[in-house]
């Protein structure tokens, strides 16, 4: 089983991205499953029912998303209605939209999490018992696992992948939009990364355009921040596996749209 994750979509120049590259990743990989965060996929914050579900429609066979869930309110009917997209479990749980789900291709079932960490981002529950009770639900419902850790402390990030080693197929980090080089097989045969970056445009600061993100850090006064255009890449891993919750490999994807 091959599966490809694909680190936070950003705004038109990410999504250009994506639509440009997986056509021909698929094929020349031989994917099965392919996952997308998409949670800074419209206009850099959020997601709408229109880009999902053309994702959706192209064969991407789930949506992770993160802190910028909420972002759009018209999302909200269409998280509550589909099934493949996710947003963080451990947000509240009368909250709009599920924490995970499974997706089935050729009688392959792969569960999707998607949890938000608490260091410098808010959660309602700890996502590490949050896991283990998610766990718990999908036991006996899905051949492999993967999590998708929205979070900003490696700290936590890498705890996570600790916690979860050897009980899931995939522990992978997203939030921060910066790939990390610790890409690895745990022990215990859980694929792990602390961040697989982004899939938008590495000319900006983690997406926004440059000159407007230096400026706000150098003037502290309100500063509108819009998408970088410049330098897109799609950035992800690829996971192989052949025994049931264990990877065999996991290799970073780090491609530019050219
Ligand atoms: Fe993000
Ligand atoms: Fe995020």
């Not at 749980?93 to 938000?116: A, I, K, Y």
């Not at 215990?188 to 938008?200: K, P, Q, R, S």
């Not at 921040?225 to 950035?235: A, I, Q």
Request: aromatic share 6%; glycine share 12%.
């Amino acid at each position: 089983m091959r599966l490809l994750f694909v680190g936070d979509v950003v705004g038109g120049p990410g999504r250009r991205a994506l639509e440009s590259l997986l056509p021909d990743l698929r094929s020349e990989r031989s994917l099965d499953f392919v996952v997308v965060n998409g949670e800074n996929s419209a206009g850099g914050l959020g997601i709408t029912e229109k880009i999902a579900s053309g994702w959706l429609a192209s064969g991407v066979d789930a949506i992770t998303l993160g802190n910028h869930a909420y972002k759009h309110r018209d999302v909200y009917p269409y998280l509550d209605r589909e099934e493949r997209i996710v947003r963080p479990a451990n947000y509240p749980m009368g909250n709009p939209g599920r924490g995970h789900t499974v997706v089935e291709r050729d009688g392959m079932r792969l569960g999707v999490v998607n949890l938000s960490g608490t260091v410098f981002l808010d959660a309602a529950r700890s996502p590490f018992a949050e896991a283990d009770a998610v766990l718990a639900d999908l036991r006996g419902k899905a051949d492999h696992v993967l999590v998708d850790f929205h979070a900003e402390a490696t700290s936590e990030k890498v705890a996570m992948g600790w916690h979860l080693d050897g009980r899931v197929t995939a522990c992978l980090g997203t939030h921060t939009h910066v790939p990390t080089a610790d890409a690895r097989v745990l022990p215990g045969g859980t694929a792990y990364i602390t961040d697989v970056g982004m899939t938008g445009p590495r000319g900006g600061v983690i997406g926004v355009r440059k000159e407007q993100s230096i400026r706000g850090f150098v003037t502290h006064m309100n500063e509108r921040y819009e998408t970088s255009e410049d330098d897109p890449w799609l950035m992800g891993v690829l996971v192989r596996c052949s025994e049931s919750m264990k990877a065999d490999s996991i290799e970073q994807v780090l491609l530019p749209a050219a």
